[in-house]
Nanobody
Framework: QVQLVESGGGLVQAGGSLRLSCAAS????????MRWYRQAPGNQVELVAA???????NYADSVKGRFTISRDNVKNTVHLQMSSLKPEDTAVYYC??????????????WGQGTQVAVSS
């Protein structure tokens, strides 16, 4: 089994910064894509940022230039540095990892979510 544990959420004023972290542990051979999703109340889940094992990144238009995703392939961690935060960034943020097992099978895992609240 694989666990994804997120940390770093909290309450911040508009214009502030937060850094989210997600650590993967368990039966892992390698991790392919790692992503951050978010879900605001009443909204659908939205892909915020993604990073491949090689370091290629993609961002939602709404966060480009403000958020930076990074990862450490040795520690099996992914981070989301969020700057210039806006009230509309308020959401529960979820970590995602596509984990390849020793069997060669790739399985998708999600973290439990961490709340980010941005006050105006």
């Amino acid at each position: 089994q694989v666990q994804l544990v997120e940390s770093g959420g909290g309450l911040v004023q508009a214009g502030g910064s937060l850094r989210l972290s997600c650590a993967a542990s368990g039966s892992i051979f390698s991790i392919d894509d790692m992503r951050w999703y978010r879900q605001a109340p009443g909204n659908q889940v939205e892909l915020v940022a993604a990073i491949s094992r090689g370091g290629s990144t993609n961002y939602a238009d709404s966060v480009k230039g403000r958020f930076t995703i990074s990862r450490d392939n040795v520690k099996n961690t992914v981070h989301l540095q969020m700057s210039s935060l806006k009230p509309e960034d308020t959401a529960v943020y979820y970590c995602y990892a596509a984990v390849t097992k020793n069997t060669g099978l790739t399985v998708q895992y999600w973290g439990q979510g961490t709340q980010v609240a941005v006050s105006s």
